[in-house]
């Protein structure tokens, strides 16, 4: 009776080790971590807690300060303004250039070819 209960507990110490060792190795960070940027100016920085800050230029030339949460949902990258709008838009990433659709808050589409340029 006492080597059953022993058997039982480290069974569940081995399964609990097991567990965890098996969660952290399937754990990818984000390829969008870090900065990017392109030579307008513009510059989008995503952070490993889900958050993001950004500085836009629009076809004027005016610089446009966002910052909110992202999420990754299959290809399309979803960026949640403090604002509260969203901008639900598909991503690519070829080498170190990040590809995607920046609408701003009077709905204008900006195409995006950022540079990775931090980690």
């Excluded at 399309?76 to 991503?91: M, Q």
């Excluded at 070819?113 to 980690?119: D, E, P, R």
Aim: aromatic letters at 12%.
């Amino acid at each position: 009776m006492k080597h059953s209960c022993v058997q039982k507990i480290l069974l569940a110490a081995v399964l609990a080790v097991y567990t965890a060792l098996f969660s952290v190795s399937c754990y990818t960070p984000s390829p969008l971590y870090g900065t990017w940027a392109d030579n307008s100016g513009s510059k989008i920085t995503f952070m490993d807690d889900g958050t993001y800050s950004s500085s836009i230029v629009n076809t004027a030339g005016a610089v446009t300060l966002y910052s909110g949460t992202w999420t990754v949902l299959d290809n399309v990258l979803i960026f949640t303004k403090r604002s509260g709008s969203t901008i639900d838009t598909e991503w690519d990433i070829r080498g170190s250039m990040l590809y995607l659709n920046w609408v701003d808050d009077y709905n204008e589409t900006k195409a995006l070819t950022l540079y990775h340029i931090t980690k």
